[in-house]
């Protein structure tokens, strides 16, 4: 059956379809448009975002990749590629008929990709490599850089579709391009009788924007509607000019055929304009006009089959001209166009990619959001889960009800003041814009390091950043400083090129003791080498805080404010977190919209489909059932990870005499050996598989300990799981019916730093054990890895001899996170505290102290704060070096098993 397309046909004209999804394939509507006369395909990141995040048509394949842990880039890959395969398929029997004039399908280079000449010409060869079909169209920007790519892509064989062409100028270096690639090939002897291009020239985009310039300049309407068919006739024009030329003519001799116009962008915009404006003036031989399912139906109903490409050229020159006078540039235009189209295309991806993490982690919530498989698990905690949902206990925490919590005026005060972490990532998110900004500043000053300044909630995360994100170049080497021993400062200065390196004061309250001696320190060795040493300090802080007068004072080169609403152990995803991620090349995208994935599905309202509240209550659960030691299983990758995640549990939950014991880095023991008074908590990498956990994972299950095993995509899931353990420390809070938001016991040690043998000291410590006790051992020594080693083996020694939890702490940095348990949770810890009496002289400039008396005050008042509390505490005073006092500790430790 004839139909309007056919005659388009009969006129030189294809017509393609500028929609695909895999409904329109699998459907057979695809098959029956090419029936009708369509004879291409054309996709880009809008229609393929629309058509993944808009419909069901991807539900199955998304379920069955996803049970395969495929990346976010596999799934992509083969839902794109898959459709562009099969819609490939379906017209090859069309180029096959046009002997490969029609019958292709278009996919699209990542916009992303746009700036990015070598990157653009990998990805394109990637792309028609993995389809191996003579019918596709690899389609790349015309931008500076996409045009070299275009003329290597063809060069080398492949298809182009030219996409985003506005203006003349634009379209004669894409022509060029398609016409060196072609001779590149000739000069190989290569054939270039199979090699096809379209170049995609933007319509009604034109009118859009001139007919507002109209209107703003007050010019005349009768001008409005014109300029875009007026410039697409010119593009033909020149089209016909440079294709009729000696230099085509070579060419052609060699089999190549023309470089066809392709018009995009052809459905009106404006409804008061008919809506075969941009169809029924272009109409002419070698064109192609691309046409989403509205428009092609209105041509198939209404066209007027008639060859006005090249009618009335003379009119549209004045048509150009005309604006031109009347103050409206159309190389101004052209080149806004581009930009916006480059952008729009790039949002589009990356809202299809937001899309398709959102869909991921759904169908990961439905299948294993957390595994909880185990019999003890289920019948410990399904009473608690039951109750929290009936309660609606996940709706009153985003409604910030202080009241699921505590019920006195004054804790419910605070409570609803702490809330500010549940919308921090999209705060942050909308501010990319500027920390990118400000990223690329400092690397363009040549900073090459950056080292955070803090101490607990306002450093750990960046700790853990350090650890699980190397800094790719040319971002800055991350250090954080978080010690007052004086060799851990000296460490930290050796290790740092002054001249290039950036330092964060970062501090909630601005007064934080350690954070102000380490920028005294800094600001004077700093301003030995720098006349202006302002500009190598950046600080983060709560608005109207002390260190922002100081900041200003000093010169700061920039001060973050931190919504005040939020604690320093929820801050991990505020600014304290993600500025010195974004100086670090961590991908910021990435790890936020992990987080604001879990942010949707911690919204559900049953707590056991819900990842955040069902931890909560599982750890809140085995708490009041006796089970209080929160054991962390983590794969070296993660390893970090257990020390931000102790320091919630431990300063959230430790008070009113109760709280949860988290256990990081606890040397193994064989199963049968660990305590029944533990839940274990593990965290799997999908992406980088760990036997070895695996293997211990199920070892504990099968001696029948409780397991909790919570699956990670890859490395930047952490930007989810760091909200899901917020959000789970804040039910577990609610469980235990504690604030879960202050730390009444910290200030403790802070405010307090203003004769028997040692074996006689352990022996009488641990004839104190009872059921349900725990080891703790605070170390205020040098945390360099030497001394982590001799410690771990201790406490693995103690850990063996008595069959007893252990902890492991640098002072005075547990302080801010168990430390707060150690003295506000039950009596149930028996206490090591380790100190170095010797160390480095480093003086703190402006202080009559140095930081070897700074840390030693610290160990003492904490050492009293423990006293008062009635706590088992023995202080163990090393006069030698920390290497050889710790042998001393490690050989007494080891020599009382044999008594």
Known sequence: MSTAIHRLNELGQSIWYDNVRRGLIESGELSDLIAQGVSGVTSNPTIFEKAINGSHDYDAALRQLVAQRASLETIYDTLV???IANGADLLRPVYDRTHGLDGYI???????????TDKTIEEGRRLFKALGRPNVMIKVPATPEGIPAIRQLIADGINVNVTLIFSLDAYRTVIDAYLSGLEDRVSRGQPINHVASVASFFVSRLDTLVDQLIKEKGLPQELAGKAAVANAKLAYELFTQLFNS????????????VQRPLWASTSTKNPSYPDLLYVDTLIGPDTVNTLPP????AVLDHVTVKRTVDEDLAGAHQVIDTLEAAGISMHAVTDQLLQEGVESFSQSFVTLFRGL????AAIVSELEPVDWSQDILHATADAVVEELTKQDAVARVWSHDASLWKTDPDHQAIIRNALGWLSVPEKVAQDLPNL???TQSVIDDGYTDVVVLGMGGSSLISDVLLHTFPAPAPYLRLHVLDSTSPDAVQAVRNRLPLATSLFIVASKSGTTTEPQEYFRYFWEEVSAISSKPGEHFVAITDPGTLLVEEAASHGFRKTFLNPADIGGRYSALSWFGMVPAALSGVDLEALLTNAQDMQQLCHVASVKDNPGALLGALMGA????????????????LSQFSDWIEQLLAESTGKEGTGLLPIAHEPALPAHEYSHDRLFIACQLESEPDSDLDARIQELRRAGHPVVVLPMADRTALGGELFRWEFATAIAGSVLRIDAFDQPNVQESKDNTTGSSLAESLTALMRTFKTNDYVAMMAYVDPSSTSWEMLQAIRAEIGRQWNVPTTLGFGPRFLHSTGQLHKGGNDHGLFIQIVADAGAHVPIPGEPFDFLTLIKAQAIGDYQALRSHNRRVIRIVMTESTVEGLKVLENTVRALRTK
């Not at 509205?294 to 139906?297: F, K, R």
């Not at 993490?357 to 991921?360: C, D, N, Y």
């Open 436 to 438: 990118k900004a400000f």
């Open 622 to 637: 085995f708490a009041v059932s006796g089970r209080d030691k929160m054991t962390l299983l983590m794969p070296e990758a």
């Open 357 to 360: 993490k959102r869909k991921r």
């Open 81 to 83: 590629l898959e459709d």
């Open 246 to 257: 000696p230099r085509f003519e070579a060419l052609k001799a060699q089999g190549a055929m």
């Open 106 to 116: 278009s996919v699209e280079v990542p916009p992303t990709l746009a700036a990015q």
């Open 294 to 297: 509205q428009t092609v139906a």
